[in-house]
């Protein structure tokens, strides 16, 4: 058990270290289909050799989360979402209780314009973030209840009206959240 609580460790600080850029970018980052169509094309073909470095790594151990996420990570810096989900997920299969895997799983699905497994994804983030790691937590978590929002606004207004309003109470400044505010208030 101790073992797994400092490669937990160590898999969070990788994160930050090497895939912070893609988390902080979930907010505004927005995909274009034939690109991301073209860029997985071009990873399947000519080959990539930072993901086939991690794929050799975790041939060897298939339950390196660090390889994993940096694997993963690289799937989406080549825009490859299908892979990238797929790796998400078999870390959520090994760390459960790791939220930054399911938020990264929903920026991966909203990528793909997968709307409702991201919408999923993004309530599966929130329930998994502890309460000790709100603060640090608050900016993702504000996009996770303005994207929930944001989807639910059609099919349930009062579920909708909830979320904004915690996005909101976490992150008061972000002028998206607010004219939706407006817009389901009005």
Same mark, same amino acid.
């Given at each position: 058990?101790?073992?797994? *609580? +400092? ?10 270290? +090497?895939?912070? %850029? ?14 991301? /169509? %073209? &860029?997985?094309?071009?990873? #399947?073909?000519?080959? &990539?050799? /930072?993901? @086939? ?23 989406? @810096?080549?825009? @490859?979402?299908? &892979? ?8 959520? %299969?090994?760390?459960? @209780?790791? %939220?930054?895997? !399911? !938020? ?14 991201? *919408? ?7 329930? /998994? ?40 109470? !976490? ?13 389901? &208030? #009005?």
């Amino acid at each position: 058990m101790k073992t797994a *609580k +400092v490669n937990i460790k160590n898999l969070f600080l990788g994160l930050i270290l +090497v895939g912070g %850029a893609s988390f902080a970018n979930a907010q505004t980052t927005q995909t274009d289909s034939a690109n991301n /169509t %073209a &860029n997985t094309a071009a990873t #399947s073909q000519t080959g &990539n050799p /930072t993901i @086939d470095g991690l794929k050799k790594q975790i041939e060897a151990n298939p339950k390196d989360t660090e390889s994993l996420s940096k694997l993963a990570t690289a799937y989406q @810096d080549a825009s @490859d979402w299908t &892979n990238a989900i797929d790796t998400w997920k078999k870390i959520s %299969a090994l760390l459960p @209780d790791w %939220a930054p895997s !399911y !938020y990264s799983q929903a920026y991966a699905y909203q990528s793909a314009k997968d709307d409702a497994n991201a *919408k999923l994804a993004y309530e599966k983030y929130i329930a /998994t973030v502890k309460p000790e790691e709100v603060e640090q937590n608050k900016k993702n978590l504000a996009y996770a209840y303005f994207y929930i929002a944001f989807a639910e606004q059609q099919s349930d207004p009062n579920k909708a009206k909830e979320h904004i309003a915690k996005s909101i109470q !976490y992150d008061p400044t972000n002028q998206d959240a607010i004219k939706l505010s407006k817009t389901l &208030n #009005s």
